[in-house]
């Protein structure tokens, strides 16, 4: 590829963001917006697919389907210190969806 401008403009723009997210609090801080923006996902997700009435199956088949392959990507084993922020920040979202719609099951049962 060509280095142009633009090129050369991404190159850097992701190996600042890159070095600025080696930083373990940062790393933190990202599964943490991670895990709540999953929480947050969740009920949107279920009062979209509750109001419409029509896809509630084909909306949980994509649930499920999307949880299980995050879930086999996650826990594949792999070399040890070559966790990806991109895989490990997926995880925690999977995981505050997952916990978000126990919760709506709870309170819809009670």
């Known amino acids: 590829m060509q280095n142009t401008r633009l090129n050369s403009l991404v190159d850097r723009t992701t190996d600042r963001l890159g070095s600025w997210l080696q930083n373990p609090w940062r790393r933190v801080s990202v599964l943490i917006i991670s895990l709540l923006f999953g929480n947050y996902v969740g009920p949107a997700l279920s009062l979209v697919a509750g109001q419409q009435g029509q896809v509630d199956i084909i909306v949980a088949a994509l649930v ?14 792999r070399p040890e210190g070559t966790r990806s922020l991109l895989l490990d920040s997926l995880n925690a979202f999977k995981v505050g969806l997952t916990y978000s719609l126990i919760v709506d099951a709870f309170k819809l049962g009670s």
């Open 64 to 77: 499920v389907a999307l949880t299980e392959l995050i879930s086999l990507f996650a826990y594949r084993r």
